[in-house]
């Protein structure tokens, strides 16, 4: 799951660079050649495509934890087999991207270190609760359905180690997409509580969905390092556009109604009015809606999420708790494994 | 439900445990059927051979019928790219497995085996099997016996039921679920952005 549109990459001017190599680098780019990790490349975009994958990477791995909490408690045999498949899917998807990473320079455990310590970020989105069997519903349609989105156009890239791996990753992000309408449809078919744990749970990733791509556009954005170099081909703000235009259509027909809500502190809706922005703009073809609250977006990025220290706990005690079996498989120093 | 993650301390600040070294890094090449060649799947991290095999068989053995796999650790791969020089020291002579790249941007591909006393020997003599440099980018070699193999008749793909695991054992069900929901244009318009290519 989980592209990295929300990641900020801020590139440095690249005025240091020399300006022949620069325009060859761009030519390639500009020609849709793919670049491979012996190119040469602007610093900047080496830091950049590195932040990029890292956090993507990040976001595979803490995004597997409020669904993992849920394989115990699936209502069916398939349910749960399909949703041990999807964690361990998405588990892969991490240790892929966080080779792509280490061949861009930094090392995994570094990786796994900055995490922990909250010195690099992962998908704000994994910062809210899944309270119900609904959310995982919603994760796997609406949170998934965007990440298919935003890597479908990141499998356009310019970087080809990325650019596999996004291929690679969507072939099996297609089959987390299914599942997740399928759960959708099957809740909305269902009885009346069914349909009203589906629509509160819709009301709680409605927003973090929108927030998914990101902030809103700087004003130049197609001529930002991030779009020239083709580290991105579409803006925040257009992804957006097209996911709002695939979805509430949807979201409308299966019966869900759109609220705009406001949350506490554990991210649990607190009051909620329709959004009454919903409409579909017959002059431009696109559908109208309620900006999510980007104060909250912010927020959230800065670790006051509802769910942030909880998430990088849970990832610190697995990474120490797991380091006498990684002693043990490396070099067979370990002896017992300490006390729980 | 196991109560565990309520229970975690919500510790922050420093780790206090020291940093690690990274796991050896592998190459994983995937056979679809017997007698076709191994196809360049992804990389993957692990602690040895058997290791890097058994990850290998769950990470990219399961999404398709697959009945063989290789797994290269990176350092023992030398090319004609950078990323992986090949050394000229003269060894003995040994049997080297050929890959290649057909074109920029794509994964590699098995192709013959070369005996060669070096690994730069080895880039030669498949250079001169493959003579039209316009037919592939690039090549890499490695030396057979570092490669870790699954064992012929082995099984990788799970012959029982997958479906719950594949876009395909869902996508039916989903069509015509949603039509009880919604008209054929609309549906038409969403299905647009389905991924088309999936397991």
């Known amino acids: 799951m989980s592209g990295s549109a929300n990641v900020g990459v801020h590139v440095d001017h690249e005025s240091q660079e020399d300006p022949e190599l620069l325009a060859e680098f761009q030519a390639k780019i500009d020609a849709g050649q793919l670049l491979e990790v012996d190119d040469w490349m602007p610093a900047a975009y080496r830091k950049g495509m590195l932040m990029m994958a890292e956090h993507h990477a990040n976001s595979e791995i803490v995004g597997a934890l409020p669904e993992g909490e849920w394989i115990t408690r699936a209502p069916s045999l398939r349910r749960k087999l399909a949703l041990t498949a999807k964690v361990q899917d998405e588990v892969g998807h991490g240790q892929m991207l966080y080779r792509v990473s280490q061949d861009l320079g930094k090392s995994r455990d570094a990786m796994l270190r900055d995490l922990i310590t909250g010195k690099t970020k992962y998908h704000n989105c994994f910062n809210y609760p899944a309270p119900?069997?609904?959310?995982?519903?919603?994760?796997?349609?609406?949170?998934?359905?965007?990440?298919?989105?935003?890597?479908?156009?990141?499998?356009?890239?310019?970087?080809?180690?990325?650019?596999?791996?996004?291929?690679?990753?969507?072939?099996?992000?297609?089959?987390?997409?299914?599942?997740?309408?399928?759960?959708?449809?099957?809740?909305?078919?269902?009885?009346?509580?069914?349909?009203?744990?589906?629509?509160?749970?819709?009301?709680?990733?409605?927003?973090?969905?929108?927030?998914?791509?990101?902030?809103?556009?700087?004003?130049?954005?197609?001529?930002?390092?991030?779009?020239?170099?083709?580290?991105?081909?579409?803006?925040?703000?257009?992804?957006?556009?097209?996911?709002?235009?695939?979805?509430?259509?949807?979201?409308?027909?299966?019966?869900?109604?759109?609220?705009?809500?406001?949350?506490?502190?554990?991210?649990?809706?607190?009051?909620?009015?329709?959004?009454?922005?919903?409409?579909?703009?017959?002059?431009?073809?696109?559908?109208?809606?309620?900006?999510?609250?980007?104060?909250e977006f912010f927020r959230v990025i800065r670790g006051n999420g509802p769910c942030n220290a909880k998430r990088l706990a849970l990832r610190r005690m697995s990474y120490e708790q797991g380091r006498w079996v990684r002693q043990a498989i490396v070099d067979g120093s370990a002896s017992l494994p300490p006390a729980a | 439900m196991s109560k565990l993650r309520e229970q975690v301390e919500l510790v922050t600040g420093d780790l206090e445990s020291p940093p690690e070294e990274d796991l050896r890094g592998y190459v994983i090449f995937t056979q679809l059927k017997m007698g076709q060649p191994h196809v360049y799947a992804g990389y993957l991290d692990a602690a040895d051979d058997?290791?890097?095999?058994?990850?290998?068989?769950?990470?990219?053995?399961?999404?398709?019928?697959?009945?063989?796999?290789?797994?290269?650790?990176?350092?023992?791969?030398?090319?004609?790219?950078?990323?992986?020089?090949?050394?000229?020291?003269?060894?003995?002579?040994?049997?080297?497995?050929?890959?290649?790249?057909?074109?920029?941007?794509?994964?590699?591909?098995?192709?013959?085996?070369?005996?060669?006393?070096?690994?730069?020997?080895?880039?030669?003599?498949?250079?001169?099997?493959?003579?039209?440099?316009?037919?592939?980018?690039?090549?890499?070699?490695?030396?057979?016996?570092?490669?870790?193999?699954?064992?012929?008749?082995?099984?990788?793909?799970?012959?029982?039921?997958?479906?719950?695991?594949?876009?395909?054992?869902?996508?039916?069900?989903?069509?015509?679920?949603?039509?009880?929901?919604?008209?054929?244009?609309?549906?038409?318009?969403?299905?647009?952005?389905?991924?088309?290519?999936?397991?």
Not at chain 1, 254 to 282: C, M, Q, R, W, Y
Not at chain 2, 103 to 111: D, I, L, P, T, W
């Open chain 2, 50 to 199: 058997d290791m890097a095999l058994i990850f290998a068989r769950e990470h990219y053995g399961q999404d398709q019928e697959c009945v063989g796999i290789w797994a290269v650790p990176v350092d023992a791969l030398s090319g004609t790219d950078a990323t992986h020089p090949a050394s000229q020291d003269v060894g003995g002579v040994e049997m080297y497995q050929v890959f290649i790249q057909a074109r920029r941007g794509a994964g590699h591909v098995s192709a013959e085996t070369v005996q060669a006393r070096s690994p730069a020997e080895a880039i030669e003599d498949a250079q001169r099997i493959h003579t039209d440099p316009s037919k592939y980018y690039s090549l890499w070699v490695a030396p057979q016996h570092l490669i870790a193999s699954t064992g012929p008749g082995d099984v990788i793909w799970r012959y029982s039921d997958q479906s719950y695991r594949l876009a395909r054992g869902y996508s039916k069900d989903v069509r015509e679920k949603w039509t009880k929901f919604r008209d054929e244009g609309s549906l038409k318009e969403y299905e647009k952005d389905d991924l088309k290519e999936a397991f």
């Open chain 1, 132 to 295: 119900e069997w609904a959310d995982i519903a919603m994760i796997q349609w609406l949170i998934d359905g965007a990440a298919i989105m935003n890597q479908k156009t990141l499998a356009d890239g310019a970087y080809g180690p990325y650019v596999r791996t996004m291929r690679r990753i969507n072939m099996e992000e297609a089959f987390h997409f299914k599942s997740g309408e399928d759960m959708v449809l099957t809740l909305m078919s269902g009885t009346p509580l069914q349909k009203k744990m589906t629509q509160q749970a819709f009301d709680r990733w409605w927003g973090p969905s929108l927030m998914f791509f990101g902030p809103p556009d700087k004003p130049n954005a197609h001529n930002l390092p991030p779009m020239r170099w083709r580290m991105k081909t579409v803006t925040n703000d257009e992804l957006r556009q097209r996911f709002v235009d695939r979805f509430i259509p949807a979201a409308l027909d299966l019966g869900l109604k759109i609220h705009v809500v406001t949350k506490d502190e554990h991210g649990f809706v607190t009051s909620k009015k329709p959004d009454d922005k919903i409409a579909l703009n017959k002059a431009t073809g696109h559908w109208e809606f309620t900006a999510p609250d980007w104060d």
